[in-house]
């Protein structure tokens, strides 16, 4: 049995999700060949590195990101800190051949990720980005339906984001709306690279936003101007087919009565999909012999595991643990993992042309 070190940099929320992913991979993979070991985390401050390891058995801790890629004993670096710090952090990973698994969006610019593209050229590591919603039970079957041809030649689409975490004016901002990364960035991303999965290359973009206050409180009572959008809409041309599928792609923060919303609907000349987060173990699908839509259980059903069973309803986290679960069998085979960071640059480029149409409102070739 194989047991793969692993080191996170940032141990806020989504440092746990992945970290939860990481230690339970022996339960819901039994037969997997491996194990991971949360060997070390790196924090932004001493107190939350000595609580990590005071709570999670944690061997090595530490508040210096170079400290801990350096390490010899760590074979894989887990990026989970802000994307603002990304790039510095994978540039580290790249110069000492380690092993990444990244959270999104890789970085925070397009400067970043040509530059990353570069390095990546020299890097023969596996890597991979945690677009986990890929690895939903659900985005699995409707990705299946499109490949073996149920749908037939895609037609049109809708995508859309929610949530509703913006609505309070006076609710402090957070690092995101300070440093700059929007809805476009947190959860557009998501949703992009899900079409992308889905359909394909991008043709052309164009986009529209919104800031719902233009102000807004700090965490110490100052009043700042607010710079990243609140919403977005984006019209989309795809490369496929002989025309190309064209819809629509929506993020939202102030959408409300939702909570974390993933939506979508895909139409083609034979058949149909359609699917909501909020009915997490549904898909509905349609066909051209069908009068409206029929739903259909995908619930837990993974092949590789059958724990707990493909009949057990799924969740939220569970995506997380396949993602990972794919990220470690990659390493072990010694394979490109899938999705990996090209497919976080493409997205990075994707998005810059949104801004772009933004800016000129105009459509914009990707």
């Known amino acids: 049995m194989k047991i793969y070190n692993v080191g996170i940099v940032g141990f806020g929320f989504i440092g746990k999700v992945h970290s939860y992913a990481y230690e339970n991979i022996k339960y819901y993979y039994p037969d997997a060949p491996f194990r991971a070991k949360l060997f070390g985390v790196c924090t932004s401050k001493e107190e939350t590195a000595k609580k990590a390891k005071e709570k999670y058995g944690i061997e090595f801790t530490t508040t210096d990101y170079k400290e801990l890629i350096e390490n010899p004993d760590i074979e894989i670096v887990d990026i989970s800190s802000p994307n603002i710090y990304h790039y510095q952090q994978l540039v580290c990973v790249i110069r000492n051949k380690k092993n990444v698994y990244c959270e999104k969006p890789i970085v925070s610019t397009i400067e970043e990720a040509i530059?990353?593209?570069?390095?990546?050229?020299?890097?023969?590591?596996?890597?991979?980005?945690?677009?986990?919603?890929?690895?939903?039970?659900?985005?699995?079957?409707?990705?299946?339906?499109?490949?073996?041809?149920?749908?037939?030649?895609?037609?049109?689409?809708?995508?859309?984001?929610?949530?509703?975490?913006?609505?309070?004016?006076?609710?402090?901002?957070?690092?995101?709306?300070?440093?700059?990364?929007?809805?476009?960035?947190?959860?557009?991303?998501?949703?992009?690279?899900?079409?992308?999965?889905?359909?394909?290359?991008?043709?052309?973009?164009?986009?529209?936003?919104?800031i719902l206050y233009p102000e807004r409180p700090t965490k110490?009572?100052?009043?700042?101007?607010?710079?990243?959008?609140?919403?977005?809409?984006?019209?989309?041309?795809?490369?496929?087919?002989?025309?190309?599928?064209?819809?629509t792609i929506e993020a939202s923060k102030i959408a409300t009565g939702t909570m974390d919303q993933l939506k979508y609907e895909i139409y083609g000349t034979k058949g149909a999909v359609r699917f909501n987060s909020e009915d997490y173990n549904f898909l509905e699908i349609s066909s051209l012999n069908e009068s409206g839509f029929r739903k259909i259980f995908t619930g837990g059903n993974y092949d590789e595991s059958n724990f707990p069973g493909s009949k057990f309803t799924s969740g939220?986290?569970?995506?997380?643990?396949?993602?990972?679960?794919n990220f470690l069998d990659s390493i072990h085979q010694n394979k490109e993992a899938t999705p990996s960071l090209y497919d976080g640059i493409y997205n990075m480029k994707v998005i810059e042309k949104i801004k772009k149409s933004i800016r000129t409102k105009k459509w914009e070739k990707i």
């Open 115 to 210: 530059q990353l593209e570069n390095q990546l050229t020299k890097f023969d590591k596996v890597h991979q980005i945690t677009f986990h919603n890929r690895f939903i039970p659900a985005t699995i079957k409707t990705k299946q339906l499109i490949d073996n041809g149920f749908l037939g030649q895609p037609t049109i689409f809708r995508i859309s984001y929610y949530h509703s975490g913006n609505l309070e004016r006076e609710k402090p901002i957070g690092w995101k709306q300070e440093k700059g990364a929007g809805v476009l960035l947190d959860l557009g991303s998501h949703i992009i690279d899900l079409v992308y999965w889905f359909l394909g290359e991008f043709d052309e973009v164009i986009g529209s936003d919104m």
């Open 220 to 247: 110490d009572g100052k009043t700042v101007k607010v710079e990243v959008e609140d919403h977005i809409v984006i019209n989309a041309k795809m490369k496929n087919g002989s025309v190309g599928t064209v819809g």
């Open 316 to 325: 939220w986290i569970r995506a997380h643990i396949h993602s990972v679960y």
